[in-house]
């Protein structure tokens, strides 16, 4: 049994995979979602991963997945873990030292679209799902903006990184650069071309699908 620890990105808590956690469940998993104290204004990232780690202790094999912001703090709490990978979903994926404001200047981000969080976030997703998905919002601390990422790079062979292409919030761009296009799980052939989604240029990894 694989244990899979889910953190959420900004603004969002562990509410966001009520919809993951059954279907991982259902496959035999351990799945927990904690939410992260990213609404602490004297929250730290290393306060991050270690309350996400916190929720897995004594977990054997694990699995950390950080959606969005939540790419922050996955490769922390993996350490913490000895996890078996770090998958980045639609992820920022830090460099020692860079701060998450930072990272959005470094890898040349654009948004799609700032009409407000239906356009930007919810724009294929059922209006009940999203209503209630903003109804649950949390504040984001501006000093984890800020504070330089703690971090050591989490080992490429141990990450994956799914690549989103159809969303308002991020526009694919040459500029970032596309990952190789080998892929530890083959793009099925109805997805649509990887697309260089700006988290993926950084580390560059083998390990890549989009979807």
């Given at each position: 049994m694989t244990t899979f620890v889910?953190?959420?990105?900004s603004g969002d808590g562990g509410w966001a995979w009520h919809l993951v956690q059954p279907e991982l469940w259902d496959l035999g998993h351990d799945a927990v979602a904690p939410d992260l104290p990213t609404d602490r204004a004297d929250a730290t990232w290393a306060d991050v991963a270690n309350a996400a780690a916190h929720a897995a202790v004594g977990a054997e094999d694990v699995v950390v997945v950080g959606h969005s912001a939540?790419?922050?703090?996955?490769?922390?709490?993996?350490?913490?873990?000895?996890?078996r990978l770090?998958?980045?979903l639609a992820g920022l994926v830090?460099?020692?030292g860079e701060s998450a404001a930072d990272?959005?200047?470094?890898?040349?981000?654009?948004?799609?679209?700032?009409?407000?969080?239906?356009?930007?976030?919810?724009?294929?997703?059922?209006?009940?799902?999203?209503a209630e998905a903003i109804a649950h919002e949390r504040p984001t601390s501006e000093r984890l903006?800020?504070?330089?990422?703690?971090?050591?790079p989490w080992p490429p062979e141990r990450t994956r990184y799914v690549v989103t292409a159809?969303?308002?919030?991020?526009?694919?761009?040459?500029?970032?650069?596309?990952?190789?296009?080998?892929s530890g799980s083959?793009?099925?052939?109805?997805?649509?071309?990887?697309?260089?989604h700006p988290s993926a240029d950084r580390p560059r990894s083998p390990r890549c699908s989009s979807v």
């Open positions: 889910l953190l959420h990105g939540g790419g922050f703090a996955a490769p922390l709490a993996a350490g913490r873990l000895d996890a770090v998958v980045h830090p460099q020692p990272w959005f200047d470094h890898v040349g981000w654009t948004a799609v679209t700032d009409d407000g969080p239906l356009a930007t976030y919810y724009h294929d997703v059922n209006p009940a799902l999203a903006s800020t504070e330089p990422w703690p971090g050591p159809h969303t308002g919030s991020w526009r694919p761009t040459s500029s970032a650069g596309s990952p190789p296009s080998a083959p793009t099925p052939p109805s997805s649509p071309p990887a697309t260089a």
